[in-house]
């Protein structure tokens, strides 16, 4: 197999981190986004939205979409298991994963796409109210993810899972959205810093 990466976008993190938590290495090749290599010929016949990341399997055929990725990922194997064991399990991790992903990572990365300069090149047109509007709804669900992280160390299921993965990388994202956590949120920062002290955060 093969993983069409791109080193600090947050999708391909996505899979990285799940890649490190199941202790599989895959190859990679890293497409510059700046440099608009996921327009090339060459990629966008790999996938033709032009997004990373993509995997090619060994039979030479693409997935695309992290999680899709990470689904076929845990198929081949199973433990640790992140997406879930039981009916109930699966649900949970689902909603929080799904949360997590429309709610919180999508509203970060629509202001950052829409309101950072180099940004400009890759989201045409860039609509600045689209990004201000995002950017106010950011604390928004930052304050509900704090709520209900209290008592918690993890976000469902009483363990790590692919909700935590997003989520995760969702907080990170706030850095070059130039958003910041409020100090007020202990909860959110604790839960945080636990995630971020795993050795999976580094991949």
């Known amino acids: 197999m093969k993983l069409y990466d791109t080193p600090l976008a947050p999708n391909p993190r996505r899979v990285r981190v799940f890649l490190a938590e199941k202790g599989i290495d895959i190859p990679k090749v890293t497409i510059d986004l700046a440099k608009l290599e996921q327009k090339s010929e060459t990629y966008a016949a790999i996938n033709p939205r032009q997004k990373t990341p993509a995997l090619e399997l060994d039979d030479g055929s693409i997935l695309c979409e992290s999680i899709a990725i990470c689904r076929y990922i845990e198929a081949l194997h199973p433990e640790p298991n992140l997406f879930g064991r039981t009916p109930r399990e699966i649900g949970e991790i689902e909603m929080w994963s799904r949360r997590m992903e429309l709610n919180l990572l999508a509203t970060i990365a629509s202001a950052f796409r829409h309101l950072h300069p180099a940004m400009a090149i890759m989201e045409m047109p860039q609509v ?76």
Do not use: Q
């Open 128 to 203: 600045r109210e689209w990004g201000e509007l995002n950017k106010s709804r950011i604390i928004g669900e930052l304050a509900f993810l704090d709520g209900h992280l209290k008592g918690r160390d993890y976000l469902c299921c009483d363990r790590f899972t692919n909700a935590d993965i997003t989520a995760m990388i969702g907080i990170d994202f706030l850095k070059p959205a130039k958003v910041a956590v409020p100090d007020e949120m202990v909860e959110l920062k604790r839960w945080h810093a636990a995630m971020a002290a795993r050795p999976s955060a580094k991949a």
